[in-house]
């Protein structure tokens, strides 16, 4: 009889921790996807990612690269003033995006430009994103807002 408690208590326990790994391993799988790197324009210059990976880029918008073309498609220019990078983009972009604003976007680095699949724009006068910022001011170039 103890014998056969004992084989019992074994077996829920390897049952428990196979469950226990394939869980952990579908949250894995699954999270895979939404997991997006930050990288600044001089990140992406002095080691540029593979075509597959998908990360986020951000910076200011340069001053006079806004291109917008037939259709869709507009590109633009990200840097963080030690780098720039050629970004690519098919869709609406925010109503508040400009030059010389700051900019987050989601993509792919292909052949030199970033195809970018979603962009966002800073929502008001004082907000940058927190990454933004920092690479920002690692290259100097960034200034406080005025109070």
Do not use: C, W
Not at 18 to 37: C, E, F, K, P, R
């Amino acid at each position: 009889m103890k014998n056969l408690k004992k084989q019992r208590r074994i077996q829920v326990i390897a049952i428990a921790a196979v469950a226990l790994i394939a869980a952990t391993s579908l949250i894995g799988y699954a999270l895979q996807d939404g997991i997006n790197y930050f990288r600044s324009p001089s990140q992406v210059a002095e080691e540029p990612p593979q075509p597959t990976e998908v990360f986020r880029i951000g910076g200011l918008v340069a001053e006079g690269s806004l291109q917008r073309g037939q259709g869709e498609t507009v590109r633009f220019a990200v840097t963080d003033g030690g780098a720039t990078v050629q970004v690519a983009y098919t869709g609406v972009l925010p109503d508040l995006f400009e030059e010389n604003q700051g900019m987050v976007g989601t993509g792919r680095y292909v052949n030199g430009v970033f195809e970018a699949s979603e962009i966002l724009a800073k929502h008001d006068e004082t907000y940058m994103p927190k990454e933004v910022m920092d690479a920002l001011k690692e290259q100097g170039v960034y200034q406080e807002p005025e109070a």
